[in-house]
């Protein structure tokens, strides 16, 4: 009888091996990929010039089509939000809920392999690997917390474990699994080439935004003046894009666009906050998140715009603030010189 497992496929090297490893010894495989919101890849890739290099593609789907496997993207974005807020293990280095994410995840495929008949659950953890959810405590307490118990199998660090029941059971040969552990990515790499993979990919640091020191920063500056801990979905993808600023003092943030794919993607925001744009001279389009702005503090934001287009060395330039879906109204104002813009106000 052909056993079914449901692999959790990041997009990563590691969660492609583990699929690999497993439909070398017969496993019938599907991938499950979860949508937070947070993803790092395919939306800001989209957007940017500066990373028109890199291949626009959800590398999860990639894998999937790499193992020519069905892959089943899941939005969590609502319960996933109890897990960013409200991390029962905290947090890592960042805003990054690791363990409460990985037990929230695997929780969900348990869910999911009961629903659909499927026998058990793999995923791509390498013992040590990241400090936070895959050390050697860590990674008893996911399968005790998600309530998969045994039928979660790490086919690339099984040997350093416990055997799961598809291996006392015999589905699976615990003898062609592996013991990986500790950060380096040698072994990885070298089963890649072995399985014949060449172009996978390597996210730096996390799968997700939320281990990023930048983005952490502007999330926790959002909670901080909201004055609760919440998100919704446009919060998060908008943290992602332009450079945001919150001049001191004042009750508003500006997300600046820094080229033109960027412009173009707060356009589509135009609706729901106020924005400025430069228009005697070209430049970027920004955001206004906060309550409708005043006189005197339209002219601050749109002094600050001013600064990143190209009138920015003009005596004079000229804006147009625009209420959040009302009309236009010009503002003159001479650019801000770099050095009027404390540091402190960058929040990436
Ligand atoms: S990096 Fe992000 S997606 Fe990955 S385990 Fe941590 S919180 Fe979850």
């Given at each position: 009888?052909?056993?079914?497992?449901?692999?959790?496929?990041?997009?990563?090297?590691?969660?492609?091996?583990?699929a690999?490893?497993?439909?070398?010894?017969?496993i019938?495989?599907?991938?499950?990929?979860?949508?937070?919101?947070?993803c790092v890849?395919?939306?800001?890739?989209?957007?940017?010039?500066?990373?028109?290099?890199?291949?626009?593609?959800?590398n999860?789907?990639?894998?999937?089509?790499?193992?020519?496997?069905?892959?089943?993207?899941?939005?969590?974005?609502?319960?996933?939000?109890d897990?960013?807020?409200?991390?029962?293990?905290?947090?890592?280095?960042?805003?990054?809920?690791?363990?409460?994410?990985?037990?929230?995840?695997?929780?969900?495929?348990?869910?999911?392999?009961?629903?659909?008949?499927?026998?058990?659950?793999?995923t791509?953890?390498?013992?040590?690997?990241?400090?936070?959810?895959?050390?050697?405590?860590?990674?008893?307490?996911?399968?005790?917390?998600?309530?998969?118990?045994?039928?979660?199998?790490?086919?690339?660090?099984?040997?350093?474990?416990?055997?799961?029941?598809?291996?006392?059971?015999?589905?699976v040969?615990?003898e062609?699994?592996y013991?990986?552990?500790?950060r380096?990515?040698?072994?990885?790499?070298?089963?890649?080439?072995?399985?014949?993979?060449?172009?996978?990919?390597?996210?730096?640091?996390?799968?997700?935004?939320?281990?990023?020191?930048?983005?952490?920063?502007?999330?926790?500056?959002?909670?901080?003046?909201?004055?609760?801990?919440?998100?919704?979905?446009?919060?998060?993808?908008?943290?992602?894009?332009?450079?945001?600023?919150?001049?001191?003092?004042?009750?508003?943030?500006?997300?600046?666009?820094?080229?033109?794919?960027?412009?173009?993607?707060?356009?589509?925001?135009?609706g729901?906050?106020?924005?400025?744009?430069?228009?005697?001279?070209g430049?970027?389009?920004?955001?206004?998140?906060?309550?409708?702005?005043?006189?005197?503090?339209?002219?601050?934001?749109?002094?600050?715009?001013?600064?990143?287009?190209?009138?920015?060395?003009?005596?004079?330039?000229?804006?147009?603030?625009?209420?959040?879906?009302?009309?236009?109204?010009?503002?003159?104002?001479?650019?801000?010189?770099?050095?009027?813009?404390?540091?402190?106000?960058?929040?990436?």
């Amino acid at each position: 009888m052909t056993r079914k497992a449901a692999a959790l496929i990041s997009g990563g090297l590691d969660s492609l091996l583990a699929a690999k490893v497993m439909q070398e010894q017969g496993i019938l495989v599907e991938g499950i990929n979860f949508f937070t919101g947070f993803c790092v890849e395919g939306h800001t890739h989209a957007i940017r010039k500066k990373d028109k290099d890199k291949p626009k593609r959800n590398n999860a789907l990639w894998v999937a089509e790499q193992l020519g496997i069905k892959l089943h993207i899941i939005d969590i974005v609502e319960e996933y939000k109890d897990v960013v807020i409200n991390p029962k293990h905290g947090y890592g280095a960042h805003l990054n809920p690791c363990l409460d994410c990985k037990i929230f995840m695997v929780r969900k495929a348990h869910e999911w392999i009961r629903e659909k008949g499927f026998d058990f659950i793999i995923t791509g953890e390498v013992m040590g690997q990241r400090p936070m959810s895959q050390r050697k405590e860590t990674l008893p307490v996911v399968q005790q917390e998600s309530g998969a118990e045994d039928l979660l199998l790490r086919p690339l660090c099984a040997k350093n474990l416990p055997p799961t029941l598809p291996e006392r059971e015999g589905w699976v040969d615990r003898e062609r699994l592996y013991d990986f552990s500790g950060r380096s990515r040698k072994p990885q790499i070298a089963l890649a080439r072995q399985f014949g993979f060449e172009d996978y990919a390597q996210p730096a640091g996390g799968c997700c935004f939320l281990t990023d020191e930048n983005y952490s920063v502007k999330l926790q500056d959002l909670w901080n003046n909201r004055g609760e801990k919440h998100y919704d979905i446009d919060d998060i993808m908008l943290l992602k894009v332009g450079r945001h600023l919150r001049p001191e003092g004042q009750p508003f943030k500006l997300i600046i666009a820094r080229e033109e794919g960027e412009t173009r993607f707060l356009s589509g925001y135009k609706g729901q906050f106020q924005s400025l744009r430069t228009v005697s001279h070209g430049g970027p389009l920004a955001l206004i998140d906060g309550p409708p702005l005043n006189e005197e503090q339209q002219r601050l934001a749109a002094a600050i715009v001013a600064r990143y287009g190209q009138g920015k060395t003009a005596p004079e330039v000229e804006l147009a603030y625009r209420p959040a879906g009302g009309e236009e109204i010009p503002i003159r104002t001479a650019p801000m010189a770099p050095h009027e813009i404390p540091q402190s106000w960058y929040l990436a």
